[in-house]
């Protein structure tokens, strides 16, 4: 019979405590003992006198939140850690975001799934089984991604120069990089998420624009030894408010009609503190700075009827010819 050292012991009823008990789930001192000889095996020495001993120990001690309970004399007295990082709600957050994440293979969904349900008792992580239709089509089948995220998190933090390649699928499904297969040269200034991709935001060299890219997108990526010195001025939040199904393009003061009942699905897109005036009964007006591209007429003509655009006259004029290329395309 083995027997392991009380160090051992002690590190295995915490993870005991950890992965059985919880607030609606507490165990004995001879369940608890049990269970600390599956841990290790069969063969090894372990005496409730001993756990009895440690449970005292961790009891005492401020860095280990061990809860004793009795709930009548001469009944057993029971045992429990609640003190858990994350509450079970939390969790469930954790796990619906996770499906929904497009540069994440199904693979490493499933294991960072599996991950996150480690994260709490097995009784409370019972009630995690994922109820989420994890998509075939969704996650990008480039597993390298998540070590390019580590990358450019350690580049981002660290003000160093990357070079990559970059690239789009044409119709063939065939993924051909761009600019001759070159490497660019960027500043990184942020990661950012939107509508299910990872986003790269930064400024190539000598540039004023700021620009971004799919990471799923990029490339033989590389971080080089080459420090950069960041924009001050540049605000993330800013900068991604102003983008529409993030394409690049100018900043102009936008003004556009809205019919009324679209009143939510502005306040959703920009927030709370957008500048919005009332016009006449059935209408109002947004005031705001944009982006003007492709994405911005995009957003604009899912309103249809219901959203005029008024300024700047670049894109009334974009709008326009949108919609008669829309016009005579049915008509046809």
Not at 32 to 55: K, P, Q, Y
Not at 92 to 108: G, H, N, Q, W
Not at 171 to 179: A, C, D, E, P, R
Request: aromatic share 12%.
């Amino acid at each position: 019979m083995t027997q392991p050292t009380k160090i051992e012991r002690i590190l295995a009823l915490m993870q005991v405590l950890n992965k059985y008990t919880d607030e609606n789930h507490e165990l004995s001192l001879i369940e608890l003992t049990d269970r600390l000889i599956e841990e290790f095996d069969e063969n090894t020495e372990i005496t409730s006198s001993a756990v009895r001993r440690d449970l005292k120990e961790l009891q005492s001690s401020k860095y280990y939140d061990l809860i004793a309970y009795q709930e009548d004399k001469g009944l057993p007295m029971t045992f429990s850690y609640q003190n858990k990082v994350f509450e079970i709600h939390e969790l469930r957050l954790l796990m619906d975001a996770i499906p929904s994440a497009r540069f994440i293979t199904k693979t490493e969904k499933g294991k960072i799934l599996e991950k996150i349900k480690e994260l709490t008792s097995n009784a409370l992580a019972s009630n995690l089984e994922n109820q989420i239709y994890v998509n075939e089509l969704s996650g990008n089948e480039e597993s390298n991604v998540k070590y390019i995220i580590f990358d450019l998190h350690n580049a981002i933090q660290d003000n160093k120069v990357i070079q990559f390649k970059y690239g789009r699928f044409n119709v063939n499904k065939q993924f051909i990089l761009s600019n001759e297969g070159k490497y660019r040269e960027l500043h990184p200034y942020a990661l950012f998420w939107n509508n299910d991709y990872y986003y790269l935001i930064g400024k190539y060299p000598n540039k004023k624009d700021i620009r971004h890219f799919r990471i799923d997108r990029m490339r033989d990526v590389f971080v080089t030894d080459s420090s950069f010195l960041k924009d001050q001025d540049f605000n993330l939040s800013s900068y991604t408010q102003q983008l529409f199904h993030m394409y690049s393009g100018v900043q102009k003061d936008l003004k556009v009609r809205f019919d009324n009942h679209l009143i939510n699905v502005i306040i959703d897109r920009f927030g709370k503190g957008v500048y919005i005036e009332p016009d006449g009964k059935d209408t109002f007006i947004l005031r705001t700075k944009a982006i003007i591209s492709e994405g911005l007429v995009r957003w604009l003509l899912t309103w249809g009827s219901d959203a005029k655009v008024l300024d700047p006259p670049e894109l009334v004029k974009k709008m326009k010819e949108e919609c008669a290329k829309m016009n005579e395309m049915y008509e046809s």
